[in-house]
Structures are given as structure tokens and as C-alpha cells.
């Protein structure tokens, strides 16, 4: 079936312009996540939302990033403002269930999306 | 005491031999420890994961080895080829969704 889906796959953009990045994650899958891939670096988690829970923000840097989920599905995370330090590639991931109880923890991951700023 | 302390930065391999990455964490509350794979322009993508109460799992040519009490974990690729060359990373969870994630470990395996 299809995985998870991102768009744009590259995003250059000038600094101090707002982007917004996309995510649909694979159907069904009630956990979303995003993450933040700096050069070099590992996996750095932004924020999290499962269900109609409230979502997890305590990952996002500042509040110039913000998230949001529509309908259970589809994920936007917004950039305002953007600068420099912002450039990496943004990875949504998905999964069945968003802890242990009897559920899946595994990740199915996007491709993610290149954000270039200059 | 979150961190995921992993190693190499990067790795040789010669086509037939072991590749090994090493992962180490302080949090005894990790109860989940996945291993992902990524290729170029590509998403993490799960390779093999273990839970604490074994101490070994393979599958295929990827094996995680897991010291409990040295608070440590490893990846084994087997007889590596040149389409293992990939970044690799290590992960745990405390039995949240949060996953902690390592640094990345670059194999490239030369044929």
C-alpha cells in the first residue's frame, strides 16, 4: 500500500518567509509525528499527535513552528519567519498506535522535505 | 541522560565482511530499541528492533546484540554488501512514541 507521503520534496525559500510543509500519512494510522534532520545529525522530534488528543508539542524550537492535523490525517507544519538555522530536511512518520498498549511502536517514515533557506 | 550515544560516525566495509555499530544509552527506563535504515533522498526506514528481555535477534543478515547491564546495543550486518551502504541509525523509547534517536553511523560498503 502507499506510505507516507511529503510534499514539497525541496523547498527553497528566502529568510523571513513563512513555508508550510505537508504530510499524509498512511491510511489508518492514528499517531503522527514530525521530525527535524540536521546535517550530520540524528532525528530531532518536533511534535507528536495521536488521535484527537491534544498534540505533543514540546519538541518544536520556537514559536515560530507550528503543526497542525486535520481530520486525523493529513499534517501541516508551519515555519514563520523562516532563518537559516532552519535549514534541514523535515521527516513526517506515522504508525498505528502511539505507545505500548498491545500496539504497534513502529514508524513508517516519508521522505521528507528539503528546506533550504537563504 | 536521554542521549543515544552512538558510533562510528563512519564506517569501511570490505564486500563479505561484518559491519558493527555500537549504541549506548543511560536511561534504564529504554525498553525499545529499533534500528532504521536510510538511503539518499530517502526516509528512515525500519530495519530490526529489539526489547530488553532477549538479548539477541536476528533476521537475515542483521542481528541487534543487547547488553542490559552495560547498558549497550549493536548492529551486526553479515556478510555486507554494497547495497547496505546507508546511514544507520539507533533509536529508543521509553514505551512512549518518543523515540531517542542517535547520531548516525554512515557504512559504505566497497565491492
Known amino acids: 500500500g502507499a506510505g507516507v507521503s511529503q510534499s514539497p520534496s525541496n523547498k527553497v525559500t528566502e529568510k523571513g518567509k513563512d513555508v508550510e510543509l505537508r504530510c499524509d500519512p498512511i491510511?489508518?494510522?492514528?499517531?503522527l509525528y514530525w521530525y527535524r534532520q540536521s546535517l550530520g545529525q540524528g532525528l530531532e522530534f518536533l511534535i507528536y499527535?495521536?488521535?484527537?488528543?491534544?498534540?505533543?508539542k514540546s519538541g518544536l524550537p520556537s514559536d515560530r513552528f507550528s503543526a497542525e492535523r486535520t481530520g486525523g490525517s493529513v499534517s501541516t507544519l508551519t515555519i514563520q519567519r523562516t532563518q537559516q538555522e532552519d535549514s534541514a530536511v523535515y521527516l513526517c512518520?506515522?504508525?498505528?498506535?502511539?505507545?505500548?498498549?498491545?500496539?504497534?511502536?513502529?514508524?513508517?517514515f516519508g521522505p521528507g522535505t528539503r528546506l533550504t533557506v537563504t | 541522560q536521554q542521549q543515544v550515544k552512538q558510533s562510528p560516525q563512519s564506517l569501511i566495509v570490505q564486500k563479505g565482511g561484518i559491519s558493527i555499530i555500537n549504541c549506548a544509552y543511560e536511561?534504564?527506563?529504554?525498553?525499545?530499541f529499533p534500528w532504521y535504515q536510510q538511503f539518499p533522498g530517502k526516509g528512515p526506514a525500519l530495519l530490526i528492533a529489539?526489547?530488553?528481555?532477549?538479548s539477541e535477534k536476528k533476521e537475515g543478515r542483521f542481528t541487534i546484540s543487547f547488553n542490559k547491564s552495560a547498558k549497550q546495543f549493536s548492529l551486526h550486518i553479515m556478510d555486507s554488501q554494497p547495497g547496505d551502504s546507508a546511514t544507520y541509525f539507533c533509536?529508543?523509547?521509553?514505551?512512549?512514541?518518543?523515540?531517542?534517536f542517535g547520531t548516525g553511523t554512515r557504512l559504505k560498503v566497497l565491492a
Open positions: 491510511s489508518g494510522h492514528t499517531a
Open positions: 499527535f495521536q488521535g484527537n488528543s491534544a498534540p505533543d
Open positions: 512518520a506515522s504508525s498505528l498506535e502511539g505507545g505500548p498498549s498491545g500496539g504497534s511502536y513502529e514508524q513508517y
Open positions: 533509536a529508543a523509547s521509553t514505551g512512549t512514541y518518543k523515540y531517542i
Open positions: 536511561n534504564t527506563a529504554f525498553d525499545y
Open positions: 529489539i526489547r530488553p528481555d532477549v
